[in-house]
């Protein structure tokens, strides 16, 4: 899969949406950390679950979820009136397929995240902050650096 492609939003992402792939909630995502400056890659099909989005930097595995098909529990997660049974079920598949595919994730040593559709721009920015965060931390220690080696060379290590 290529990283960076999909940016543009046109007529085609109605097409995608039928197809379950890059949904416009993902597609605000991808924006908004990409305006962060954050680098990404799209739907790793080798990935149990094809997480939305990866983060290969900070191995992190990213789901961007409907409340309703992943059943968030909120105000949108609410089953229709009518064939209740069908949708429970398939609800049900849907829970049951995420848990077993984020247990695989974490065993392969990502840090699984999920964005819910009804909390996206706040849980999005509090990502990109935790990603800033640590991307600030990092520098910091790689400018304390020389002085840690001098140190170390000081003390005869
Ligand atoms: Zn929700």
Not at 51 to 62: Q, S
Not at 85 to 96: F, G, L
Request: aromatic content about 8%; hydrophobic content about 40%; charged content about 30%.
């Amino acid at each position: 899969m290529s990283a960076g492609k999909g940016e543009r939003v046109d007529r085609s992402e109605t097409m995608r949406r039928v197809h379950g792939r890059d949904t416009s909630p993902e597609l605000r995502v991808r924006r908004m950390l990409h305006a962060a400056g954050f680098r990404f890659r799209l739907q790793r099909q080798d990935l149990p679950g094809k997480p939305d989005l990866v983060l290969p930097r900070f191995g992190i595995a990213l789901f961007v979820n409907g409340c309703f098909w992943h059943w968030h529990g909120c105000k949108r997660s609410r089953m229709p009136s009518t064939n209740r049974d069908y949708w429970e079920r398939k609800i049900a598949r849907n829970v049951a397929r995420d848990r077993v595919n984020i247990a695989a994730l974490e065993t392969l040593g990502w840090d699984v995240r999920m964005l819910w559709e009804c909390e996206l721009t706040a849980a999005t920015n509090a990502l990109i902050a935790e990603l800033l965060a640590r991307d600030n931390l990092a520098a910091a220690r790689a400018h304390c650096r020389p002085t840690a080696i001098e140190s170390g060379a000081a003390s005869g290590v």
